[in-house]
């Protein structure tokens, strides 16, 4: 073998298991749940009438969403619980709207040390003075589904670690475009069918950033004050470390909406995208040598979920590597790299299918057959993080949203 055949054939691996282990993760879920239920969410309710609970929110100029997402939320809450805002860089009316709406109010001004992880830190630091069994934390933008905060708080008081609740983006209130389409499925397949294949084996998931409860002891052996691009997906790698691996809470469902501007979906993207291929590449290899080397499942699960790039990439990337190793066999005759890019496609069209036949049969097979387009589209992003990686944290524009 050369080493042009031998690099073929490495490069089919590194796409091939990452794509296996995507449909370990979608076949799992799309089992009867009686058949390989792992989970313990069978346990019995809690008493949650004596357990102090706070609910952070941190905001930064959410003045048009704001009200709507604690009038939403506040029906949830007992008259024990804390509300607490974190007002984080605001120039317009976040504050005011928040202590209307009945919240505890935390203005913070700090233009160099900017983004969620800073927010939440000094909310958290807030807390300390006096500390909650439970700490919620919601994003400004979220429509909490009613009981939500209930079944969050009593899987987290049964089994003593972070729960993440289901996490989806609805369609725009515009008509979506077909690349909307595909976005939002891809965001199903990563924050619901994968989490529930996971939460299926008895897994811990990646947390996704909004919809997290947490047992305030868990809180207190993390660092949360930091501008990390992904400061959720960070956040999950790093309590469970800590021992506080975070389970999915299936009951409980947090829905936020998709951006309707091409522009702000792009940001929003960009950001996402860059700060998990960061943490991939900086996480994933030693997050999986660590596991194996103390024994703990729990982190040699999450560091290969954490290996599965996005949709999008592993897709081009499969492409890319399957075409060179079919032309490396038309040509040298050494057919292995393609055999491995071929089994990989297969496997890779059975998850996705399964995952749109079981989870996604709302969106419309038609507009995802324009998934093509969407890989052109994404094609720059991918680019750009090889060129000039986004490394500061950026808000998204909520543009108008009332």
């Known amino acids: 073998m050369d080493v042009v055949q031998g690099l073929l054939l490495a490069a089919a691996w590194v796409v091939g298991l990452p794509i296996a282990i995507l449909f370990i993760e979608v076949m799992a879920a799309l089992l009867p749940e009686s058949v390989i239920d792992q989970s313990d969410s069978s346990q019995p309710r809690q008493d949650l009438s ?30 024990t619980d804390r509300l607490v805002v974190v007002a984080d860089n605001c120039s317009d009316q976040t504050a005011q709207l928040a202590a ?141 470390l800590a021992g506080y691996p975070p389970l999915l809470c299936p009951d409980a469902l947090v829905l936020g909406e998709q951006p309707s501007n091409t522009a702000t979906e792009a940001t929003q993207r960009t950001r996402w995208e860059h700060g998990h291929l960061q943490t991939l590449t900086q996480s994933a290899l030693p997050l999986l040598g660590r596991g194996l080397r103390v024994r703990r499942l729990a982190v040699v699960s999450l560091a290969l979920d954490l290996a599965v790039p996005p949709l999008a990439l592993l897709t081009l990337l499969w492409g890319a590597v399957t075409l060179l190793a079919t032309a490396s066999g038309l040509l040298l005759g050494y057919w292995l790299p393609a055999f491995v890019g071929y089994a990989a496609g297969v496997l890779f069209v059975l ?34 993080f090889v060129i000039a990686p986004q490394i500061q944290w950026i808000r998204t524009d909520r543009g108008n949203q009332s």
């Open 50 to 79: 004596d357990v102090r609970r706070a609910i952070l929110i941190p905001a930064h100029n959410e003045a048009t969403i704001l009200e709507r997402t604690l009038t939403q939320l506040k029906p949830q809450l007992r008259s």
């Open 100 to 240: 209307q709406s009945g919240a505890t109010v935390l203005e913070r001004q700090d233009t160099i040390r900017r983004g969620k992880g800073y927010a939440l830190d000094f909310g958290l630091r807030h807390l300390a003075h006096d500390p909650p069994d439970i700490v919620v934390m919601i994003d400004a933008d979220c429509q909490v589904q009613t009981g939500a905060i209930d079944t969050l708080c009593d899987r987290t008081l049964t089994t003593q670690r972070p729960t993440q609740a289901i996490y989806l983006f609805t369609p725009t209130a515009a008509a979506p475009t077909s690349k909307q389409w595909v976005s939002l499925f891809a965001f199903r397949v990563k924050n619901w069918v994968r989490p529930l294949g996971l939460h299926r084996l008895g897994q811990p998931c990646l947390l996704t950033g909004t919809g997290m409860a947490f047992p305030w002891r868990a809180l207190q052996s993390i660092h949360l004050a930091s501008g990390n691009l992904v400061e959720d997906m960070q956040l999950g790698i790093d309590l469970t």
């Open 351 to 384: 998850a996705i299918g399964g995952a749109w036949a079981r989870f996604g049969q709302d969106i419309p097979l038609a507009k995802l057959l324009s998934v093509p387009m969407y890989l052109l589209w994404k094609v720059p992003v991918y680019l750009k």
